[in-house]
């Protein structure tokens, strides 16, 4: 697997990085033998960036990847997980909540260091308290070796982008927004990139929005968003091409051009990461590409906190 820098952190990062979400049973349930199989299957490809939370299966992500890697020389793997996002409507960037929840992460994940510790979906916390409380505290603990590189995780890409610049923050990743529909990410990136600041793409896929099952009832993306990408789902097919694949193939042959270090996404499946990495590998046919786009045009770059759906995050 091809690697890359992440900013200046001196992080040598696979250009496709395992998303460990699902490994908590968010999406159904999964055992730790799947989990094994998933990271036993990543590792053994060069996929050795592992991204997680607290959050994710309110803790059972990070317990299951812990377990997977156990017996893994921890020299062999890139460890990021989150501070601040406990619930889905409950966020926490206190000293007290941050120094705990480390705590807590690095027991779960059977390390004595995390190698990036991201503030999680911060544009639905207490701004004040993340930059008070939270990257102080991250900040002392980077001087003490349990930290190895702190950044800011989220949506919102004017908000993520101010704060990565003033408070010199490590990394940013942002999700939903460099994809084969949203393609904002990447003037972001760039300017971030030349700023010394590594960025991660995560949610290639849209959370669900470019798979060939569409869409689940809770996304937050408006109908018609959801209506042209099916359109989109359904030239890939009869072209013999999985829209996964090709969303994949897009966020990874564009992601250097623009200031993209790495693409994260999630799996908890060994076949499905088996696919990631043979997809990875493969360009995306350019005659499909301009297909994909001419349809993809009427609402592309159309997120949903500029047209708001029914559903999830478009309504916190």
């Known amino acids: ?27 159904h349930p999964v055992s730790q033998q799947q989990a094994n199989e998933t990271v036993e299957t990543a ?4 996929v050795n960036y592992f991204d997680v939370a607290p959050y994710y299966g309110l803790t059972k992500a990070e317990t299951a990847l812990g377990a997977a890697l156990k017996g893994v020389p921890r020299k062999h793997y890139t460890l990021a997980t989150k501070v601040g996002r406990y619930g889905d409507s409950q966020w926490n960037f206190s000293r007290e909540a941050t120094l705990r929840s480390i705590d ?18 911060i544009e639905y916390g207490d701004l004040s308290q993340l930059i008070d409380e939270a990257l102080p505290t991250l900040r002392a603990l980077q001087q003490d070796g349990v930290v190895g590189h702190v950044g800011i995780t989220g949506y919102t890409l004017d908000l993520l982008e101010r704060i990565a610049t003033e408070q010199q923050v490590d990394t940013v990743m942002a999700y939903c927004t460099w994809t084969l529909q949203d393609r904002r990410l990447g003037d972001v990136a760039r300017r971030l990139n ?15 929005l470019l798979t060939r099952d569409g869409a689940p009832q ?30 994949l193939q897009f966020a990874l042959t564009t992601a250097a051009q623009n200031g993209i270090a790495t693409t994260v996404i999630g799996t908890a499946s060994a076949e499905n990461m088996l ?42």
């Open 104 to 121: 807590e992460s690095l027991s779960r994940l059977g390390t004595d260091h995390i190698d990036v510790i991201q503030c999680h979906d």
């Open 194 to 208: 030349q700023a010394g600041i590594g960025v991660l793409n995560a949610s290639p896929l849209a959370m669900g």
């Open 218 to 247: 809770w996304h937050p993306a408006h109908t018609d968003v959801q209506r042209v990408c099916r359109a989109v789902t359904a030239l890939c097919d009869r072209n013999g091409v999985n829209i996964a694949q090709a969303a």
């Open 275 to 316: 696919d990631n990495i043979r997809w990875s590998t493969q360009p995306l046919d350019p005659e499909l590409m301009g297909k994909i786009d001419a349809l993809m045009a009427p609402v592309l770059n159309i997120g949903w906190d500029m047209l708001p759906g029914n559903g999830g995050k478009a309504q916190k």
């Open 43 to 46: 590792l053994a490809h060069g």
């Open 1 to 27: 697997m091809k690697t890359v820098m992440l900013g200046k952190t001196g992080i040598q990062v696979p250009v496709l990085s395992m998303g460990a979400a699902s490994l908590g049973s968010i999406y």
